[in-house]
Each structure stands twice: as structure tokens, then as C-alpha cells.
């Protein structure tokens, strides 16, 4: 079984500074990771996904994110957000061998301070 | 090429009442998922369906709760005799192939309010 833990369900940040959002996971098999987003009363929109290779993966939106094996973690970052980023983003794992199925963590909410 | 459709947008049920909600997905995807969002939390998958096959239900509670995808027309998600329970956001998500690498394409979502 796979779990996916958001550990700050609310950060706010200034406009133009950075944001780090943590993810941590639990899998017994190797896993994807991906970071998707959901503005309001929309559909989630993927912002970047780590497959294999390089640790550190780059997304839309001036969003990266660092796969980090050890620690079985998937941060993501950006260094100067902007108002337009307030949304809500939710880390999500899937299997490498079947099983599609995404699990997310329960998401946080950032918010954007002018 | 349009995203993944859902409708209807907005559906509100009495207890009792049959819910059916559903999902186009893209142009050349033949795999579809149900997930929902309860409010304030994460979304919890609930069934995934390729044309006219059922692969995984492991997430669709065991009663009420049914889903389909037709050789032709959209996948629904159907539930019968709806409870307070049932209102949540329901979102259907397509991807061209198979596999966990594939990027799942999201629709807008359902908002099920059962009074």
C-alpha cells in the first residue's frame, strides 16, 4: 500500500518570495511522483512529474521539485511566487508496475500575500 | 483538441435519488478514472475503466456505487439512492495509455450536494 503525506495543509507567502511545499511518501515498491494543482472550483492540472533520471525536475510555471530517494521525499519549490499562484497542490504517487491509480495527499492550500 | 468533459457541473439530489455523472474523456484516451474529493480532503480513486472493461473497483464502495464505459459515448459513474455522505466533488481523468507514467488528463469535476 501506498500513502502520501502533505504535511502543511495552509502556507502563506508574500508576493515574490520563495515557497517550498513538502511531500513525503510510503510505498513498497518504487514509485512515480507528481505534483498537480487545482485552482478553484476547477480540475487538477499536472505541474511536473518525476519518472526516472535527473532528481531535480522542472514544471510549468516556474514550479521544481527534488526527488529525494533517502528520505522519500518529493519538495516542491519555486522562487518567487506570484498572486496567480494561489491554488491548491496536491502531491500524488503511482506504481511502476500496474496499477495506475493515483494516490494523493490531502493537498495544501497556498496563499499568496500582497 | 478539448480536455477532459464532465457534466453536469453542479448536481443537487434529495436522499434516495439516483446520481449519474459523466465523463467524455480526450480525443484517443481509452483509459478512464473516478476519483472523489470529500471536502478538505486529498482525492481518494475510486474505479478505472478502459473501453467496455472494469480494470480496478478497488476504491468504489461495495453498495450503490456503479460505473461504466460504453464502446460508444461517455463513462458513468452512477449512484443510487444517494446519502449526505455522497456529497462531495467527483472528478473523472483520462490518459491515452496504460501505466502509472502516463499523465492522467483531469476533468472540471461534478459537485454532488445531497440534501
Known amino acids: 500500500a501506498q500513502s502520501v503525506t502533505q504535511l502543511d495543509s495552509q502556507v502563506p507567502v508574500f508576493e515574490e518570495a520563495p515557497v517550498e511545499l513538502r511531500c513525503n511518501y510510503s510505498?513498497?515498491?518504487?514509485?512515480?511522483l507528481f505534483w498537480y494543482v487545482q485552482y478553484p472550483n476547477q480540475g487538477l492540472q499536472l505541474l511536473l512529474k518525476?519518472?526516472?533520471?535527473?532528481?531535480l525536475v522542472k514544471g510549468i510555471n516556474g514550479f521544481e521539485a527534488e526527488f529525494n530517494k533517502s528520505q522519500t521525499s518529493f519538495h516542491l519549490r519555486k522562487p518567487s511566487v506570484h498572486i496567480s499562484d494561489t491554488a491548491e497542490y496536491f502531491c500524488a504517487v503511482s506504481d511502476l508496475v500496474g496499477n495506475e491509480k493515483l494516490t494523493f495527499g490531502t493537498g495544501t492550500r497556498l496563499t499568496i500575500i500582497p | 483538441n478539448a480536455g477532459v468533459m464532465q457534466n453536469p457541473r453542479h448536481l443537487v439530489r434529495r436522499r434516495g435519488q439516483e446520481a449519474r455523472l459523466r465523463c467524455s474523456p480526450m480525443?484517443?484516451?481509452?483509459?478512464v478514472y473516478w476519483y472523489r474529493q470529500l471536502p478538505e480532503e486529498g482525492l481518494k480513486f475510486m474505479v478505472y475503466l478502459q473501453k467496455e472493461n472494469i480494470i480496478d473497483e478497488s476504491g468504489m464502495p461495495k453498495e450503490r456505487f456503479s460505473a461504466e464505459f460504453p464502446k460508444e459515448g461517455p463513462s458513468i459513474l452512477r449512484i443510487q439512492q444517494v446519502v449526505r455522505g455522497d456529497s462531495a466533488a467527483y472528478f473523472c481523468a483520462s490518459s491515452p495509455e496504460a501505466g502509472g507514467r502516463n499523465e492522467q488528463f483531469f476533468g472540471p469535476g461534478t459537485r454532488l450536494t445531497v440534501l
Open positions: 518525476y519518472l526516472s533520471g535527473s532528481t
Open positions: 510505498s513498497s515498491v518504487s514509485v512515480y
Open positions: 480525443k484517443g484516451h481509452s483509459h
